[in-house]
């Protein structure tokens, strides 16, 4: 079994049918060149890379941009559409003073299972104290945070408000609130590394820029930029596999990650293990 625990559904056909929204989404998110895809479409590309589950990341800075490039809303409808498949997240902009409310009922009301930050997009530093109501309820209902981590793609987002180091403040306040460093945090891989050894709360995952192709990018982070057994000895616990779907299929995200040669319990707890403790769906 394999959990990707890295989807943005921006090209999810069900949430695609009006243009003038789909338009808006992609040029926020910085997707071009892209068309929606039909759910079984999408279904039969997780299936190649024997995909169980997907944790689909929502989208929402509408203080700046009057509505989410994918609301909780959408989250909620995709995953009613395969509740098994789909687990989805919520997102809120902390700008905003309805933000712990709305936070509150996506999780009560949808019943979404964490919360999904970009501060690079909100131009918001992770210990900004807009933010702490949202970390106190993930605290209080027990919900896990993922964290955009490192340079960002997307439209008016700064890479200066997601370097890793300066999340270790709030990993270090909630210590029982799992946190995910998405994209190892690239290109500060290192500091990511060194969070990971110390806190046992924190997580990251593999949802990486492929600039020659997954399997390239991965043997430079996980082989050059950390030492050869940094994964194996020392972290392996705390890596989920991402596939960062739609800019990366997915099952090419998987070919590369096992192009590495890690043990077969390293990828066990890649794929599948490390995500299921993110989620405290397992011990």
């Not at 109501?133 to 490192?150: S, T």
């Not at 994964?231 to 989920?240: C, G, K, P, S």
């Not at 596999?241 to 090419?252: A, K, L, N, Q, T």
Request: some cysteine; hydrophobic content about 40%.
């Amino acid at each position: 079994m394999v959990i990707d625990t890295h989807v943005r559904p921006a090209l999810y056909g069900p949430i695609c049918a009006d243009k003038g929204v789909f338009e808006k989404r992609c040029r926020e998110m910085n997707y071009h060149l892209m068309s929606p895809a039909p759910i079984e479409l999408l279904k039969k590309q997780y299936a190649l890379a024997d995909i169980s589950h997907v944790f689909l990341l929502p989208e929402d800075c509408s203080a700046e941009t009057l509505t989410p490039s994918i609301s909780n809303e959408d989250i909620f409808s995709l995953t009613a559409l395969d509740p098994e498949l789909f687990w989805g997240f919520a997102s809120v902009d902390p700008r905003k003073e309805t933000a712990a409310a709305q936070l509150r009922r996506a999780f009560t009301e949808y019943g979404l299972v964490g919360l999904y930050l970009n501060t690079a997009r909100l131009h918001m530093f992770p210990d900004d104290e807009r933010l702490t109501p949202l970390y106190e309820l993930c605290r209080e209902l027990d919900k896990p945070i993922v964290f955009q981590a490192g340079f960002c793609l997307e439209t008016n987002a700064l890479a200066k408000f997601c370097r890793p180091m300066d999340f270790e403040p709030v990993v270090n306040r909630y210590p029982t609130v799992n946190m995910c460093l998405a994209h190892v945090g690239w290109p500060w891989v290192q500091e990511t590394a060194a969070l990971l050894l110390k806190y046992p709360n924190l997580y990251t995952n593999t949802a990486l820029m492929s600039f020659d192709g997954p399997g390239q990018i991965y043997r430079k982070v996980f082989l050059e930029d950390m030492g050869e057994l940094w994964v194996e000895h020392n972290i392996a616990d705390q890596v989920m596999f991402g596939s960062d779907s739609p800019r990366i299929r997915p099952v090419r995200s998987k070919r590369g990650l096992d192009s590495l040669n890690f043990s077969r319990e390293t990828l066990e707890k890649i794929y599948c293990r490390n995500a299921l403790r993110f989620l405290k769906k397992e011990g």
